[in-house]
């Protein structure tokens, strides 16, 4: 058997162990250190836009922190992108609130400005208006953020960024992560950059990171006892992990570079291929960390399903995935109010995310053309 290839895998560095020798060296193994403040201070300088940063254990603990600072209460309705990975919609249901979900549109995959304003229309005429609205930068490509930021202005509601995927990604510039009341990162073992398993809350103040903190500590009272005024959790990051996303911060940027290589591989790989439509960025204010290379196939045009090419790099060991599928036609969401048309549904139906790590090698990216190009019939 061929040895596997994977969607997107940890990529080491080099010096992730050296922070870790020194945790252990200084006995700083906790959830608390020098490594913890240090990727802190490091994404703030990377990140730039004066942002204050809270290392945690998961990208979900800084989407669930970031509701919690943005007052979501029981019963409270909080808008969501659908088109998104479960995570970005979980927290809500933490909180005893209702996720609304709203469509795509088709050059980012991202929230839709018409449908994202139809929806706070006509749930502010319920008398329910949301109290946040969660906008994600999926497979690492920055969503429509002036559109999206204007409107959720316009009628005071709070802007959660999920931006999981795009660390290193930017819009006009300016780096995402950066522009919502609140972002999430993640660190999860197939991102772009990896603690094994974390995450961070990105704040535009001391005072909200501060609060990140002490609930990501268990909120405890300033007092020499165990005192507590409020419900904590316990979501901070290991000095352990943090060693290594000191190490990944340091290659941050060439990861970009690789992931980027690899959708330059897939756009000449698929360029005589009708039918077949790689995701790129709809202009040059819009700079994808490309996370993942995705395709849209048509399968009238291309003569495939995403099935048929999923099944046939399967067999070759090679992992590729269908899109995420929409949040409100998961089971467990099944009841949740949706606005938007079809556009997430047949993203979904036709899509399929390929081979992107960083780490591959001209040996994968050869046996991941021959398959593609056997499949559509080319040499
Ligand atoms: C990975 C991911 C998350 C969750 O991050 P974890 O660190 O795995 O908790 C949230 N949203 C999106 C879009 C993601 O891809």
């Known amino acids: 058997m061929k040895s596997k290839i994977w969607l997107s895998s940890p990529h080491m560095g080099g010096h992730e162990l050296n922070y870790i020798h020194e945790a252990f060296d200084q006995n700083w193994v906790a959830p608390l250190g020098p490594n913890v403040n240090g990727l802190e201070h490091d994404l703030e300088v990377f990140l730039k836009s004066g942002v204050s940063v809270a290392a945690l254990a998961s ?44 469509d795509s549109e088709e050059e980012t995959w991202n929230i839709c400005p018409e449908a994202l304003e139809t929806a706070i ?44 995927e795009a660390l290193g990604s930017s819009y006009k510039g300016r780096y995402c992560g950066t522009f919502g009341r609140f972002a999430a990162l993640s660190f999860n073992g197939n991102k772009i950059i990896t603690t094994s398993g974390g995450g961070a809350l990105v704040c535009h103040s001391q005072e909200d990171k501060d609060k990140a903190v002490f609930l990501s500590t268990q909120a405890r009272d300033q007092a020499p006892h165990y005192q507590h005024s409020h419900i904590g959790y316990n979501y901070r990051m290991s000095n352990i992990a943090a060693g290594i996303g000191r190490g990944q911060m340091e290659v941050l940027l060439h990861r970009v570079s690789a992931r980027r290589a690899m959708h330059d591989f897939y756009s ?40 048929e090419l999923r099944l046939a790099l399967l067999e070759e060991n090679i992992e590729s995935r269908p899109l995420w599928k929409p949040m409100h036609l998961q089971p467990v969401f099944a009841s949740a109010p949706y606005y938007g048309g079809k556009v997430c549904e047949q993203l979904f139906h036709d899509g399929l995310c390929l081979p992107s790590g960083s780490n591959l090698s001209d040996e994968d990216r050869e046996r991941i053309k021959t398959v593609i190009r056997n499949v559509f019939g080319k040499s």
């Open 121 to 164: 229309k006509d749930r502010i005429a319920k008398g329910r208006k949301p109290k946040a609205v969660i906008a994600v930068h999926l497979y690492g490509m920055p969503f429509r953020v002036e559109e999206i930021a204007h409107i959720t202005e316009k009628y005071g509601i709070p802007l959660v960024e999920d931006a999981a």
């Open 268 to 307: 000449e790989l698929f360029d005589d291929i009708p039918g077949v439509v790689l995701h790129s960025e709809p202009d040059e204010t819009y700079y994808s960390n490309y996370w993942l290379s995705a395709v849209l196939m048509d399968p009238e045009t291309a003569g495939h399903t995403r099935e």
């Open 59 to 102: 990208g979900t603990s800084a989407l669930h922190l970031a509701l919690i600072e943005c007052g979501v209460q029981p019963g409270d309705e909080v808008i969501c992108q659908s088109m998104t990975f479960s995570a970005s919609a979980n927290p809500i249901a933490y909180l005893g609130a209702t996720p609304v979900f709203v």
